[in-house]
Every structure is written in structure tokens, then in C-alpha cells.
């Protein structure tokens, strides 16, 4: 196994950072300075999946929260992967090198988690707030976890918890997946859409809940990425906790999502960048 070559500390956070809140008795989510990572498993049982794995250096405190909630020494049954961008693969290696567990993720995206591939870079500019302009600092190179990397079954279902589907949502990233549970209808999202503006710092700091686009600066096809908005919207969810900002749930979410789907071309697409020129020719 091998972490990226441009893996760094990004000295990011929120009014979030080291909350843990349970959404659901089985499903909790954490934020990791600036990102949500989410288990899937009720509390001190062994049952459990962890989805994404946080920042760069985020491995010892992310051992930490799922240690309080399913006890001392307990590891995941496997760990599910939205994408493989750096704020959701930080702590993987690490934590694979203690774990040494399944990591499921869409085949699309194996090419930058085997090693093989450099996602593109992040396009400082585009139109947004600071943390778009100094998103060139953010790791792009692959990480490496081919002992490990499972496709997700085609048949459309979740290793170990089979009530719950994948979805495939790419646009983000070519393989960027979410996952949805018919009986309840919680949705978890990963970056297809997100409750904060993730381009502005000032938002990110104080968390202020509003319904986007998935991050402006690494999003590369956005024709896609709004087609997986009206599939996402499609299913109804009544909770939706995405990779950056609180979970959401009832009226706000389904207004929310129907807005952005509606206005998807003026609340989502950047105005100007190097990806927007590019996805509409």
C-alpha cells in the first residue's frame, strides 16, 4: 500500500469539527475538520461498515470516535468508499495497515486507488470563495489499497448490509457512488450534493446549512453531476447527510434538492473554470 505523494495536513476546520451525532439508533456520522465520515452498524455491536475515511492524518482520531461507539479494539466489517478524493481517502492506509479490511468502491474509481492515476487537479480558477482559490494546495495523486479494493457488487447492493443499494453518482468523480436505504429513506450522499457552500470559507467555518452542488473545484463533468442531483431527488430521502455540512432532513431537504435540481445551472455550475469550459463541449 501506498499514500499519495503529495499527502499533507491541510490546515482547514469547522464549527463541526469533532461532532459526532447519531442520525439514526445504526447510522452516526463524525466530522473530520472540514468532512463527514459515517458507520452504518448500531452502537457495541460488531456489525459494522465505516464510509470514507476522512482528512489527510486523520487515522488516530477517526480509531478514536468508532472505538467509543462500538467499543475497544473493534473494527469494521469493511469500509465503503463514496470517491477517492484526499478528504475522503486521508486516513485509509493507515487505518487498513491496523484493520486490513475489504474497501469497496465503484470500479471507475480504482485507477486513482491503485496507484494508477492522478485525479485532475483541483481548479483554483474557478468561480467561488477562498477555498477555491487555494484549493491547488489540496493532494491530488492516487493512493494505492490494491490488497484490499473490492468492486461494489453490481447487483446493486451494500457488502454486509444488504437493505441498503449503491447508487452510481458520478460527476464529482467518474466513480462516485452513494448510498440509500428504501425502508427508511436516509440517503447518504458523499459529494453528488452537499449542505454547505463548500468553496467559501467563510460558510465552511460556521456551517451554515443551504443546499449545493458538489464542491465547485473538483467536480470535472458537470452534465453528469446534474443528472445525479435529479436521480439523488428522485428517491424522496426524508435524511441526507452528505460529505461536507450537517444532515438534513424533512421540508429543508426536499425543497432544498428540488430547488438545486430546478436551478442547477445558476446555484451549481460555476459561472467561469477550466472543467465548466470543458464539460460543455
Given at each position: ?76 466489517r469493511a469500509i465503503l468508499l463514496t470517491h ?71 447487483d446493486g447492493r451494500v457488502p454486509e448490509f ?120
Open positions: 500500500m501506498e499514500k499519495n505523494e503529495d499527502e499533507k495536513f491541510i490546515p482547514i476546520t469547522s464549527v463541526s469539527a469533532g461532532d459526532g451525532r447519531e442520525e439514526l439508533k445504526d447510522v452516526f456520522y463524525y466530522t473530520n475538520q472540514i468532512v463527514n465520515i459515517v458507520t452504518i452498524g448500531s452502537p457495541k455491536s460488531d456489525q459494522w461498515v465505516l464510509v470514507d475515511s476522512g482528512m489527510p492524518k486523520s487515522a488516530g482520531i477517526i480509531k478514536k470516535v468508532v472505538e467509543e461507539r462500538f467499543g475497544r479494539d473493534s473494527k469494521p477517492g478524493h484526499f478528504d475522503h481517502v486521508g486516513g485509509l492506509v493507515d487505518l487498513l495497515e491496523e484493520w486490513a479490511v475489504n474497501v469497496y468502491a465503484h470500479p471507475f474509481e480504482f485507477p486513482f486507488l491503485t496507484g494508477e492515476k492522478s485525479y485532475p487537479e483541483p481548479d483554483p480558477s474557478v468561480e467561488g470563495g477562498m477555498l477555491a482559490k487555494i484549493s491547488s494546495i489540496y493532494p491530488h495523486e492516487p493512493i494505492s489499497i490494491k490488497p484490499f479494493l473490492k468492486p461494489l457488487p453490481a444488504p437493505e441498503w443499494e449503491w447508487i452510481h453518482t458520478p460527476g464529482h468523480s467518474p466513480g462516485h457512488v452513494s448510498f440509500f436505504r428504501p425502508t427508511d429513506s436516509i440517503l447518504l450522499a458523499g459529494d453528488a450534493f452537499i449542505t454547505v457552500k463548500q468553496d467559501s470559507l467563510y460558510k465552511v467555518l460556521v456551517q451554515k446549512e443551504e443546499i449545493h452542488g458538489p464542491p465547485r473545484y473538483l467536480t470535472t463533468d458537470w452534465k453528469a453531476a446534474h443528472d445525479s442531483v435529479q436521480k439523488l431527488a428522485g428517491l424522496h430521502p426524508k435524511v441526507a447527510i452528505t460529505g461536507h455540512g450537517n444532515a438534513m432532513k424533512g421540508n429543508a431537504l426536499r425543497e432544498g434538492l428540488r430547488d438545486l435540481v430546478e436551478n442547477f445551472r445558476t446555484k451549481a455550475i460555476p459561472s467561469h473554470g477550466k472543467y465548466v469550459e470543458a464539460s460543455q463541449k
